[in-house]
């Protein structure tokens, strides 16, 4: 199983980013009963996890990011998506997407950075 993460970039403080996650390696019948989570980690902090989307459509967010980040899935895809709004410069970290919703994920995709600059 391959995570491929794409987006991030630099941002002004109020503005958005779309990060994506596709999955390869998961037959389509079983990609969508996989969870997968979104994670941060920010210079000198533990990685964090930002959201969490079941097979089953159930969405957790950190309380940190609740009302400004949305994420979502295109089975059809293999994809996973977190759409990020009103962004602050402590949101500034490189993101992760995981098959998974805690560190104990099996498979992590490669961190894209993101930076809010203020």
């Known amino acids: 199983v391959q995570l491929v993460v794409t987006g991030g970039g630099l941002v002004q403080t109020g503005g958005s980013l779309g990060l994506s996650c596709t999955a390869s390696?998961?037959?389509?019948?079983?990609?969508?009963?996989?969870?997968f989570g979104w994670f941060r980690q920010a210079p000198g902090k533990e990685r964090e996890g930002v959201s969490c989307i079941r097979g089953d459509e159930s969405i957790v967010y950190s309380d940190s990011v609740k009302g400004r980040f949305t994420i979502s899935r295109d089975n059809a895809k293999n994809t996973v998506y977190l759409q990020m709004n009103s962004l602050k410069p402590k949101d500034t970290a490189a993101y992760f997407c995981?098959?998974?919703?805690?560190?104990?994920?099996?498979?992590w995709g490669r961190g894209t950075q993101v930076n809010v600059s203020s």
């Open positions: 995981a098959t998974g919703c805690s560190d104990s994920a099996l498979y």
């Open positions: 390696g998961i037959p389509s019948d079983y990609f969508p009963l996989y969870q």
